[in-house]
Nanobody, 124 residues
Framework: QVQLVESGGGSVQAGGSLRLSCAVS????????MAWFRQAPGKQREGVAS???????SYADSVEGRFTISRDNAKNTLYLQMNSLKPEDTAMYYC??????????????????WGKGTLVTISS
């Protein structure tokens, strides 16, 4: 059974850090485009960061320089290191995958698989 399971969310003060993980089971992610999305209350789900099968990364302007996406194919796990967190980073964070893909982008409609999310709350 294919599963993407996020963890690492929580509540921290502004300026703090969190590291999200997405453990994938049921297949290997080495050929996948992987990404993090987030959805704040009352807002649409938006792309945060993506990493392609070769390790090239892309970030939303709002997180550039503060967040770092990485992958460990041996552990079948995706990560998101979040530093200098701001209250506007508060959202449910979702892991997503586009299977066996050369094309990779921060677009919801190209992702094949989604996790159930982990909640990040940043207080001022």
């Amino acid at each position: 059974q294919v599963q993407l399971v996020e963890s690492g969310g929580g509540s921290v003060q502004a300026g703090g850090s969190l590291r999200l993980s997405c453990a994938v089971s049921g297949y290997t992610i080495s050929s996948d485009c992987m990404a993090w999305f987030r959805q704040a209350p009352g807002k649409q789900r938006e792309g945060v960061a993506s990493i392609d099968r070769d390790g090239s990364t892309s970030y939303a302007d709002s997180v550039e320089g503060r967040f770092t996406i990485s992958r460990d194919n041996a552990k079948n796990t995706l990560y998101l290191q979040m530093n200098s967190l701001k209250p506007e980073d508060t959202a449910m964070y979702y892991c997503a995958a586009r299977r066996s893909a050369y094309y990779c982008a921060l677009k919801r409609n190209i992702m094949n698989l989604w996790g159930k999310g982990t909640l990040v709350t940043i207080s001022s």
